[in-house]
């Protein structure tokens, strides 16, 4: 799985981060970062995060 | 079950579609909604669709969940017993389950006066004619005082338009933030140049064709252009009448989101009334547009036996507004506060605030606080892990 997030897009809602926190956070400057190709077991996690981004600006390639 | 109708195409219709297939079901899906428009998100729509020409597609939602899409269809009358819902086209459409998804739609004031000007802010044709309407210079009467009314001040400011905002509660927003923080937030829009009525209503527009000033119940009167109606919305269920149905304030559901009184039906986003145990066991409907996702989850799982009832159905309520170039975040029901603690911040500036009912939290909101925010957001989730179902 490889996890894109288009930060053009990204209005830093967080809801990713709430969503599957092993995967994307927030480092200490408040900017979202996030793991580009987590372990497949993220992959329910992950998906979740992508439905609940606000602005759909997280894509999933398998 | 092979066939399913998801009454309504805009996010919960959508949602429910996906949920569904997520959920195994490979029958027939047919989503039907009465916008011609393809599923999109109508958060923008108070915000950069008023302030920039931004095109149709920045806020379709991407999708690939399999479906019929019947758009531009209204669906007029259910029978639920006999598994059919009637078109205006006059056809009908058969189904062994139903997803009702069909929202809400936007109350208008009933006081006398013209029509022309006056506008309320509900779909993406709402917005587009809106947008077209706030004109540099023009006066923008904004009716309400909400977290959308304000979203609308703040955007109107942004075109160079002089905006009034009247509304019968003493401080804007104030069912979701209280008193205090309502106070603090119209400070902030009064400094950006928005003028205050409150505690006030129009009783009547002037004007002949179209709207040219307003009169408030206290005699003012105040000239205008533009008016938005923000008087809030109405739960869209009158094609299921004569179902024996609670249709009073959307859809009554159980917490598994099955409609009471029925085995083939479920109900999900701003139309469905449920308990949620991570409150109490008041059914309320959720004006959210992340509950959208987390109902047709839980209804899909549902109407197909693959989530077992008895597994109860909790979700944490999530917001958010954007207004004055900032962002108001929260989680719980702040409507269920009955006291407000300033957490950390202050209230002119980044602030986290809690609110607690009878001594339990219930909601947390702020601007920015961002670390404060999720930790009371976890403190929600946990007490609710820890109470009663």
Not at chain 2, 370 to 387: F, M
Request: net charge negative; aromatic share 6%; hydrophobic share 40%.
């Amino acid at each position: 799985m490889k996890i894109t997030v288009d930060m053009v897009k990204c209005e830093d809602h967080g809801q990713c981060v709430f969503a599957a926190p092993d995967v994307f956070d927030y480092n200490d400057d408040d900017t979202l970062v996030w793991d580009s190709e987590p372990a497949d077991t993220q992959l329910a996690k992950v998906q979740h995060a992508a439905a609940v981004c606000p602005v759909s600006a997280i894509t999933i390639e398998s | 079950m092979d066939r399913i109708i998801v009454a309504g195409a805009s996010l919960a219709g959508l949602r429910s579609v996906e949920s569904l297939r997520a959920h195994g079901f490979h029958g027939e899906i047919v989503a039907i909604g009465d916008e011609t428009h393809p599923p999109y998100t109508r958060p923008p729509l108070s915000k950069t669709s008023l302030t920039t020409s931004a095109p149709l597609d920045e806020v379709l939602i991407p999708y690939t969940a399999e479906a019929t899409w019947k758009l531009g269809r209204k669906i007029v009358g259910c029978n639920l017993d006999g598994g059919r819902v009637a078109l205006d086209d006059g056809s009908s459409e058969d189904f062994d389950g139903l997803v009702i998804a069909t929202g809400l739609r936007a109350r208008r004031l009933t006081i006398p006066g013209p029509v022309g000007g006056r506008h309320v802010l509900r779909t993406l044709e709402d917005a587009r004619e809106l947008a077209g309407e706030l004109q540099p210079g023009r006066t923008v009467l904004i009716v309400g005082a909400s977290f959308i009314a304000c979203e609308v001040a703040s955007s109107a400011r942004a075109r160079n338009c002089r905006v009034i905002v009247v509304a019968p509660e003493d401080h804007p927003m104030l069912r979701v933030v209280g008193a205090e923080v309502g106070a603090a937030l119209q400070a902030r829009h009064a400094a950006d140049g928005v003028e205050f009525h409150l505690g006030t209503l129009p009783v009547r527009f002037e004007g002949t064709d179209r709207v040219t000033g307003v009169v408030l119940n206290d005699g003012t009167e105040l000239p205008v252009d533009v008016v938005v109606e923000a008087v809030g919305c109405s739960p869209s269920v009158d094609w299921l009448a004569g179902n024996r149905l609670d249709l009073t304030d959307g859809v009554l559901c159980d917490n598994t989101m099955r409609v009471i009184g029925t085995g083939n039906a479920v109900a999900v986003g701003d139309v469905a009334r449920f308990p949620n145990p991570l409150f109490d066991t008041v059914p309320r409907r959720i004006e959210h547009w992340t509950m959208a996702g987390d109902t047709a989850d839980r209804a899909a799982g549902s109407l197909l036996g693959v989530v077992p009832d008895h597994v109860p159905f909790t979700p944490l309520p999530s917001f958010w507004s954007d207004q004055l170039g900032v962002r108001i975040q929260g989680f719980g029901v702040p409507a269920l506060a009955e006291e407000y603690t300033l957490v950390s911040g202050s209230l002119d500036a980044d602030f986290a605030v809690a609110g607690y009912r009878e001594n339990t939290l219930v909601a947390v909101f702020g601007i920015g606080r961002r670390r404060d925010v999720s930790r009371l957001r976890t403190e929600l989730l946990d007490s609710a892990v820890n109470s009663p179902v």
